[in-house]
């Protein structure tokens, strides 16, 4: 009874490749973001949905492409991954925009 | 651009009390939010200051100066358990929250 869920936990890819990430909430939040944590550990926030709508798009390569088929799932799509995007990716959902957010477990992304 | 500064490392004793001091300096400003992320893990929820004052749970308290631009997050009572990272995030309305760098705890036998 996972609250945010993340797969896959690791992922490791060559350059060039395109790869997704999944992210669902089962806490029937309304607000799903995705998060970029670098090897710095600063947290930034890439993409918001409020009910299936983007709300928040930030300055993030366009080879960077969010997907919400439901307000329950929010997935990420990259585009030809690049020795920068490694990182761990975080997915977290909150009712509304000023409540607590819950995060999923991460998902941390290896491009070699 | 948006500022959020906490220190980068404390250290303290277990049972003894460490303070992590956050200033900001943000475009909007609803709240500022306190968030334990262990290593590997997922940040999770701690307090979330609106008002002016000190808001206390348990063995962390909050206070927040909203004039000042200033939060500090106060840790009572230390734990092993409670060596972590302590990320300081202002949310900045419509749905934005801006994390600071995060503060690394470690307590000492």
């Known amino acids: 009874d996972t609250a945010v869920s993340q797969t896959p936990k690791y992922l490791v890819t060559q350059m060039g490749n395109d790869k997704s990430i999944k992210c669902e909430q089962n806490?029937?939040?309304?607000?799903m973001y995705w998060y970029k944590q670098d090897s710095k550990k600063f947290l930034k926030i890439m993409f918001s949905?409020?009910?299936?709508?983007?709300?928040i798009n930030e300055t993030v390569p366009n080879r960077f492409s969010p997907k919400s088929p439901d307000k329950a799932h929010l997935n990420l799509h990259i585009n030809s991954l690049e020795l920068g995007d490694s990182a761990v990716y975080f997915c977290?959902?909150?009712?509304?925009?000023?409540?607590?957010?819950?995060f999923g477990p991460g998902t941390r992304l290896t491009v070699t | 651009g948006q500022n959020i500064d906490q220190p980068t490392e404390m250290t303290a004793t277990e049972g003894a009390i460490v303070q992590i001091n956050c200033t900001y300096q943000?475009?909007?400003?609803?709240?500022l939010f306190w968030y334990q992320q262990h290593a590997g893990e997922a940040p999770t929820f701690l307090s979330y200051?609106?008002?002016?004052g000190l808001e206390e749970k348990g063995r962390f308290s909050s206070f927040l100066s909203r004039s000042k631009g200033y939060s500090y997050l106060l840790l009572k009572e230390l734990q092993m358990k409670d060596s972590a990272s302590y990320l300081c995030?202002?949310?900045?309305?419509?749905?934005?929250?801006?994390f600071g760098a995060g503060t690394t705890v470690t307590v000492r036998a």
């Open positions: 977290a959902s909150s009712q509304g925009g000023v409540e607590e957010q819950y």
């Open positions: 806490l029937g939040h309304d607000t």
């Open positions: 949905y409020n009910n299936k709508e983007l709300i």
């Open positions: 943000t475009s909007g400003f609803n709240g």
């Open positions: 200051n609106v008002l002016d």
């Open positions: 995030a202002v949310d900045r309305n419509d749905y934005k929250l801006s």
